[in-house]
């Protein structure tokens, strides 16, 4: 195994990232040998006193007779009150002690591609697969696959013509193996999209050795500028949305977007085109810009959002949340900007972003924050995390506190959610430094998670600056490792963005001893593997294995240990890589 994101210390040197340092296993009951690799950042709390890690020796001698913290703040608030047995907790690595974020692959500009706007897909062969907006062989944007280890192998770069220019979105495997992605730009190349670019966009597939098919290219009144991902059907169709297009007659000749379905063989249907319900002044009041992706729900109908209309107070409006049958049939389940406290102010959020499906069949999203600043501040929504019925029944969750100016209004980053293997909510602040204005901004995001009695805690914090770990995280995915797995679209030691692991390290969560057995209890995450291991003393290098490695199903494993008469022990987990 390998320590992830044990490093030594960090520069300031802008776009460098310290390297990891390898170790026999990655565990939690770290020993002595690691000490040597702490910075003078890190700390050991001994009886509540902090002692710097640099200190090793101190450290050394007093493990086996105090009890224990480790990292920035208290894990454990105790060890094992008696001599024979005790439980070390020292993962001291990250922005928190029991996170672990490690760096896989910067992107360099070049053929590798560079600034990946979207998350990450696992193939059925554990590859993961992505695109980059840029870069590539004609910088166009490119499609990939990279191993758990970091190995990254380009497959495709595009040329801006027929085969598509720009892919934003994530990409989707299908079941006859494929990978179907769009790309916002290119195809027909005698349009410019609303964006100025040549092409309305495509849809293409793609093998996991980088033969890439073009499917279908936009002419407008079926769609453009597709900047989502797709969603395979119980039908075997793939269903997705474009931002523009549809009713061309509409919103100066861009139209407000649309719902289609393509079939793995290139046939396009569009279902629904937004603006179909206007009010007297042409305002859509079924939704506009549907750039999200859309999610399959268990009754087999499709949930999604539009960025904005829906509503009458503002041209055109601050958003909805839908659902479409597979033939076409549209019913609004939200329309933001509805619930105000009485002062102006939305309590429902506004602008809302991509739905994520929860075990408890609910869809969970986010919306915007949207602040007017000048000539006076005025707040009309904070943004919010919200989660939503299949009938439209919605409850906000979180708010969370403002964010930064930008020429008289306030946004704040895009937000994107993921749910756990263990039901909490994961989550990322998309956020980019910008420079060269009163409103400049140094923030490069951050993951979060999200408890489901409302509670958020911040995982890591980037620094594109100091640790130079990029900037601007995309939506996370969780591996069949446990894992999760994401890419930032800017910075890093490459400068075009990077590819990252973030590990959550299992904590000690309950050790009881009653009658000579010893219980001891541990988080996890659902798909990692986990060996419990013992040993005599932290001065032995090998350690030995209570039990066999248990693969975690929910959020915690337990094991029974018997300690009738046994020396002093410790206790250790490994996760297996």
Known sequence: GEVFGATPKTTRRRRMLPKTVSAPTFDFGIFAKLFWHFSPRHYVYVNGKAINAMNKMKLIRIFAKNRLWSGRKPLWPRALPVLWAAALLLPAFATRADVVCTNLYSFGGGNDGAHPEAALVQGSDGYFYGTTEDGGANYSGTVFKISTNGTLISLYSFTGTNDGAYPQAALAQGTDGYFYGTTIAGGNTNLNNYGGLSGYGTVFKINDSGTLTSLHSFAGYDGETPQSALVQGSDGNFYGTTTYGGNTSLNSGFGYGTVFKISTNGVLTKLYSFGSIQDTNGNPLDGAYPGAVLVRGADNYFYGTTSQGGTLNYDPGYGTVFKISTNGVLQTLHVFGTVTNGSGQFLDGVNPGSLAQGSDGSFYGTTAQFMITFPFDFVISYSTVFKISTSGVLETLYSFSPYYTIEGFSY??????????????????????????????????????????????????????????????????????????????????????????????????????????????????????????????????????????????????????????????????????
């Open 412 to 577: 704040s980053p895009a937000v994107y959610l993921v749910q756990g293997s263990n039901g909490n909510l994961y989550g990322t602040i998309h956020q980019v430094p910008s420079f060269g204005s009163p409103y400049a901004t140094s923030g490069s995001g951050s993951v979060f998670k999200l408890c489901t009695n409302g509670v958020l805690n911040t995982l890591h914090s980037f620094n594109y600056l100091q640790d130079g770990d990029g900037a601007g995280p995309n939506m996370l995915v969780q591996s069949r490792d446990g894992n999760f797995y994401g890419t930032t679209s800017s910075f890093g030691p490459g400068g075009y963005g990077t590819i990252f692991r973030l590990t959550i390290v299992p904590e000690f969560q309950a050790l009881t001893l009653t009658n000579g057995t010893l219980n001891l209890t541990w988080n996890t995450e659902a798909g990692g593997i986990y060996q419990l291991q013992s040993s005599a003393s932290l001065n032995i290098p090998n350690w030995t294995n209570l039990g066999s490695p248990a693969t975690a199903t929910n959020g915690t494993l337990t094991f029974t240990d018997s300690v009738t008469n046994a020396p002093q022990r410790f206790y250790r987990v490994s996760l297996a890589p």
